[in-house]
């Protein structure tokens, strides 16, 4: 009698989820002496953590711009979304740009050069996807100020 085997497949393996948080799995069995496969199985969706949003911190230095957040249970990646805004004094609102990808990270912070002319930032942090802005994936979302708006512009304190 055959013995019936067991898989486990740790998180950092897992693909990307979709769009509705599911992982898109399908395997294959393969005999022991390997000389004899299945064929592949159908396409099966299973259902990912779900995605709440949390805590975060965007904190801006001279040079750089640091994104840090925290999620449980802790995913293999995350797609980092950000958009710049200009505040402007006579209306005293910001006018925002769109989100664009901006990268890919393994851990629960990420950093971007702090290279731009705008005034504000705009972050979003979602659970790896198909790297397009996708609400139900949204891990964290904020705002922070790249330059002091009061002095002109100029934050780096010379």
Known sequence: MATIKKV???ISNLPVVDENNNYILRY??????????????????VDGPPVTVSSGAISVAINSISVTWYDTPRRASYDIFVR?????????????????????????????????????????????GNKTLNSSLKVFEGTGL?????????????
């Open 146 to 158: 790249l330059k002091a708006q009061i002095d002109g512009g100029n934050a780096s304190g010379i």
């Open 28 to 45: 294959r069995v393969v005999s022991d002496d390997k000389n004899r496969s299945s064929h592949w199985s159908p396409l099966i969706r």
């Open 84 to 128: 710049y805004g200009n505040y402007n004094p006579l209306t005293q609102q910001i006018t925002w740009g769109s989100y664009a990808y901006a990268g890919t990270s393994l851990t629960q912070n990420f950093s971007i050069l702090n290279n731009v002319t705008a005034t504000n930032i705009g972050v979003i942090v979602q659970v790896s």
């Open 8 to 10: 486990k497949i740790p």
